[in-house]
């Protein structure tokens, strides 16, 4: 598939960030995206019928050639056409014909490779295949069409710590294709990359079906397609050790459709002397569009300067569940934050390790999301944040919790913003609270539960929704829907909200500020002491909805307009703690 096709595609179906139709003209993070008005955001949209012709069942193959790679040498049948060459076990495929071949790879080679120039669409069968490559990639693929690699029983491959590529040619991985590698099958597949990536195309990745592949990567990055990486189905496990590196990298597009996916990295920032900047490792880096809308993420980063997800541009959560540890801690050196508030400011060799960080918008319209970190932000979008749905759950014992450098909206679902030594919601712009339900978590003054940016000229405005606020709000906040304040409280206690028919419990953390602030569509009523039974647990077990409470005592309740009682309330975002 052409980029320009791809970047196309998605353009028909609302991608706002990409303006025209070649990713390398994407309209960067402006003034639309850090605006203080209210003002609505489109979500994104992977067009998943660009993948239709993925189907390896449904392609049409003329011709199928047998590789048995063995100590003696590959023996190859069914190549009327002589199109293989062999040389012991480093075979090479050049076919000038029309036909579309299907090449089914079995054996074992301590020192073998397949490479393939090839005109037509093509399907590797890895058949309990185990392969070694000794000078390169274990399979390198030349041709430009869709490459179909279906997994069948147990496989192993790996590539060479030293890589002796042809000039004029690319081979940047232990399995790398000039176009697009579709993954399907039932079995299972091993890669180990000492020498590059694991697994790379210069076009695209996708994985369906229902195989298991696992990546392993000392040198590279664990999956890397230059126009996108999807996951449709499957079991996919990445580890990734080297410095700088990712899981799953993408100049494009990640997509999440389904499967189960876990990433493990484990190196450090260092200096990227291609760049002439100082880089950190992610889980999963897109540089133009992160979706998930199904299946299960789990990434956990300990390397200095990490990140869990990170993107240039917008990351859009609908559906799934994504689960992010991020236990590094900062890279280099940060000089103090100029407000005095927590955090730092970035110089120019200091990485942030961070939870998810999008330099544009992150939109929250379903499924799943919960994030811990440990030295900085959990999340943080550089442009704005809207929750419309789904459950949204961070922590971070260092910095905010989730953090805004420009409006930040919530209009539905479940969000939960936990910073014991920080701000748990915070917004450089305004901050629209208009539904759902919402617990947030800060420090004390002037860190605050949830922020606003008053010393820019903005507000925190709330007119609907359900609010549990350790901490307080920000003062000078517009209040239509009204908030009120517990005469007192206690830390590590189960309290129960009931608004009309509907009744929340909720345990304060043993660490926080004060006061506690509750707010819904009616005025409240607050017990404390309460014994839950049922519902569903939210939000680290922190909070239960739909459970039936019992037991306590009630808590006086009086109107609250604002404030932590001192300090200055902002700016909050005024130091999202960048690179």
Request: glycine share 16%.
């Amino acid at each position: 598939m052409k980029k320009g096709y791809f970047a196309f595609a998605m353009l028909l179906i609302g991608c706002g960030s990409c303006s025209t139709d070649n990713f390398d003209y994407i309209t960067p993070v402006g003034e639309s995206q850090t605006a203080t008005a209210d003002t609505t955001t489109v979500s994104p949209k992977f067009d998943n019928s660009i993948l239709e012709e993925d189907n390896f069942a449904e392609t049409k193959f003329d011709r199928t050639i047998k590789i048995v790679f063995a100590d003696g040498g590959a023996q190859v049948t069914g190549d009327e056409n002589g199109i293989v060459a062999v040389s012991g076990n480093h075979v090479t495929v050049n076919n000038t014909t029309d036909e579309k071949v299907i090449f089914e790879l079995s054996g074992t080679a301590a020192d073998g490779s397949l490479k393939l120039y090839n005109q037509k669409k093509q399907a590797l069968i890895l058949n309990n295949l185990n392969l070694t490559n000794t000078r390169g990639a274990a399979i390198n693929n030349q041709g430009k069409k869709r490459c179909f690699v279906v997994v069948k029983g147990a496989n192993a491959l790996k590539d060479a710590a030293t890589y002796s590529t042809p000039d004029g040619e690319d081979e940047k991985a232990a399995i790398f294709s000039e176009g697009q590698l579709i993954f399907s099958g039932d079995g299972t597949l091993s890669v180990t990359a000492q020498g590059k990536s694991g697994i790379t195309s210069d076009d695209y990745v996708h994985f369906m079906g229902t195989p298991t592949v696992t990546v392993s990567s000392s040198a590279g990055h664990g999956v890397r397609g230059k126009d996108a990486v999807i996951v449709s189905g499957g079991t996919i496990n990445v580890s990734v050790s080297a410095n700088m590196k990712k899981g799953i990298a993408s100049d494009s597009l990640v997509c999440i459709n389904g499967g189960t996916t876990v990433i493990n990295v484990t190196g450090s920032a260092a200096y990227d002397s291609e760049d002439a900047e100082y880089s950190g490792t992610a889980g999963i880096k897109a540089d133009c569009l992160f979706e998930i809308n199904g299946g299960s993420l789990d990434i956990t980063n300990s390397g200095a300067g990490g990140k869990g997800i990170s993107g240039d541009l917008t990351g859009c959560f609908n559906g799934g569940s994504v689960t992010v540890i991020v236990s590094g801690s900062n890279y280099g050196q940060s000089s103090a934050n100029p407000f005095g508030r927590g955090g730092n400011s970035s110089n120019s060799n200091s990485v942030s390790a961070k939870g998810i960080k999008f330099d544009g918008n992150i939109i929250f319209a379903g499924g799943s999301v919960a994030v811990k970190c440990a030295a900085n932000e959990g999340i943080e979008s550089k442009g704005n944040i809207i929750i419309t749905d789904g459950v949204v759950y961070s922590y971070s014992a260092a910095d905010d919790a989730i953090n805004s450098a420009g409006t930040f909206t919530i209009s539905g679902g479940y969000v939960c913003g936990y910073a014991p030594s920080n701000d748990g919601l915070d917004a450089n712009g305004n901050f629209y609270i208009k539904g759902g339900t919402v617990y947030a978590i800060g420090s004390t003054s002037p860190e605050l539960a949830i922020d606003a940016n008053t010393e820019g000229g903005c507000k925190l405005y709330v007119s609907g929704g359900t609010i549990v606020a350790v901490g307080g709000l920000e003062s000078g906040a517009s209040l239509t829907q009204s908030c009120y304040q517990a005469a007192s409280w206690n830390k590590s206690t189960w309290y129960s909200m009931t608004v009309g028919d509907n009744v929340v419990t909720f345990k304060t953390p043993a660490s926080g500020g004060t006061p506690l602030v509750v707010s819904g569509a009616e005025k409240p009523t607050l017990v404390s002491g309460a014994s839950v039974t049922g519902g569903t647990s939210l939000f680290n077990g922190m909070f239960v909805v739909g459970g039936s409470a019992s037991e306590g005592s009630e808590v006086s309740l009086s109107s609250y307009s604002g404030g932590n009682g001192g300090g200055f309330g902002g700016p909050g975002g005024g130091r999202p703690g960048g690179w």
